[in-house]
């Protein structure tokens, strides 16, 4: 069944759709290039129209994490850490949950941007939910859990 749209609603769907694809395509030259200030103006100005448009929004979620990799790689570690954090919503998962790849990875991000802060409770608190999730998606054997371990041990020394 398709959906209802009126006749002047094809039009603005159209145009949002290629406005969107524009800024992707920006947005991943700018990546591509290592253009990470660029990059995160037009993530930026995404997710403000993301927040404005609804119900055809893109995942705001992806938008932040992505915000987030552009301040760290520009050294804005504050900024970076805001917006990782703001993926949880304030919510903390709970132990053997089942995480998404992108909030593992989300995790894994915020304990870097905490121990280049020095934060290191933080770090280790971080780098727990990346742990605890790759645990349960891949099991202790997977290089990703691994390594998570291995980071989490050297803020043990």
């Not at 804005?76 to 903390?92: D, I, P, T, V, Y």
Request: hydrophobic share 45%.
């Amino acid at each position: 069944m398709s959906p209802n749209f009126e006749p002047g609603e094809y039009v603005v769907l159209e145009t949002l759709d290629v406005a969107r694809a524009a800024a992707a395509q920006f947005i991943a030259a700018a990546f591509s290039q290592h253009g990470f200030e660029i990059a995160e103006k037009y993530l930026e100005d995404r997710l403000v129209a993301a927040e404005r448009e609804q119900p055809f929004m893109p995942d705001r979620r992806i938008l932040r994490y992505l915000i987030g990799i552009c301040a760290s790689a520009q050294g804005n570690f504050l900024k970076a850490k805001r917006s990782f954090e703001s993926m949880f919503n304030g919510a903390c998962p709970n132990r053997g949950s089942h995480l998404e790849e992108g909030d593992i990875a989300a995790a894994r991000w915020l304990g870097d941007v905490c121990l280049q802060l020095r934060e290191h409770h933080n770090a280790a608190l971080a780098w727990g939910i990346a742990f605890e999730g790759y645990l349960g998606r891949y099991g202790f054997a997977s290089n990703r859990t691994g390594a998570v371990f291995g980071e989490q041990r050297l803020l043990d020394t």
